[in-house]
């Protein structure tokens, strides 16, 4: 069976894309590809991964969870998503390294899945915004405490990608930025349910939707209707168009107020976010989904 698994980040329109994918679940089902609610998952990974410790899991566990996710046996693909997944936010920086528990993660997945065909997928965002994104999470803790000595500096998303690709070489990695999901949503719907691409889907707008007016999306859907774009291309061109003329200023834009977080800082993390991203562009192994 082929397991497509949407493993974070924190604070990254995670749960819009599991509730995106949701709606399509009917429809995907016709395909064999099953979309279950988190309910059925989450929790039971979570913590048969935390019982699991460094032991071999017994040789039925497999089927047992797979049993206990789907209501059937007839699927061929299974699509799952829990932004936390591999940590929750107030560990992301435990012992000053940034998801230093990703590896154990990875591996115990694929210890509980022998024999499927795992796929991992994997959205990115600036550390300018993604850090106090998920420190306004964490509570009891000072910044200082949250980053447990890690400079912000040092944040490397190429970082994290290797790591994942030295514990499971032969798992394919699906990457993007969050910063432009309004561009790419219909493909990332797509990219994780490996549906047919000639497959009508549900949701291709629900980010959009929500941080452009409504007159906006009132004249961008008719625009699409007697301008019906050719391209993926065309079409990502046309949505930047109808956002620079119609996004919700306060969707887009974030207040952020933290101590030592100055805008001389986010540009410099931006920039070394920037350069980061270049460079997981061109790793092998990377599917990288940009505008």
Not at 14 to 32: I, M, Y
Not at 61 to 71: H, K, M
Not at 188 to 197: A, K, T, W
Request: glycine share 6%.
């Amino acid at each position: 069976m082929q397991i497509a698994y949407h493993i974070g980040a924190s604070c990254t329109d995670g749960e819009r894309l599991l509730k995106s994918l949701l709606k399509n679940a009917d429809a995907f089902s016709q395909q064999g590809i099953k979309v279950p609610g988190p309910g059925k998952y989450r929790r039971l990974l979570r913590e048969t991964i935390q019982n699991l410790g460094d032991n071999d899991p017994a040789p039925d566990t497999r089927d047992i969870l797979i049993d206990a996710i789907l209501d059937e046996d007839t699927a061929t693909r299974l699509v799952m998503s829990h932004a936390d997944f591999i940590c929750v936010p107030r560990r992301i920086f435990d012992n000053g390294n940034f998801f230093e528990l990703i590896e154990m993660k990875i591996t115990r997945l694929r210890k509980l899945f022998p024999g499927d065909e795992i796929e991992l997928h994997l959205a990115l965002r600036d550390p300018a915004t993604f850090v106090p994104a998920v420190f306004q999470k964490v509570k009891g803790a000072t910044l200082a405490e949250f980053l447990n000595g890690m400079d912000p500096r040092d944040i490397l998303w190429s970082d994290v990608v290797r790591r994942i690709q030295a514990v499971a070489p032969e798992m394919p990695l699906t990457v993007w930025c969050n910063e432009d999901t309004p561009l790419l949503w219909a493909q990332l719907i797509r990219e994780i349910s490996g549906v047919d691409p000639l497959t009508k889907i549900t949701g291709g707008f629900d980010l959009l939707s929500a941080i452009m007016s409504a007159e906006g999306m009132k004249r961008f859907v008719s625009y699409l209707k007697t301008h019906p774009p050719q391209t993926e291309v065309q079409k990502r061109r046309i949505i930047a168009a109808f956002l620079d003329k119609y996004a919700l200023e306060d969707e887009i834009e974030e207040e952020i107020d933290l101590p030592g977080w100055t805008a001389e800082l986010m540009d410099e993390l931006t920039q070394i976010y920037e350069d980061d991203v270049f460079e997981i562009a061109r790793m092998s192994g990377v599917n990288f989904i940009a505008p």
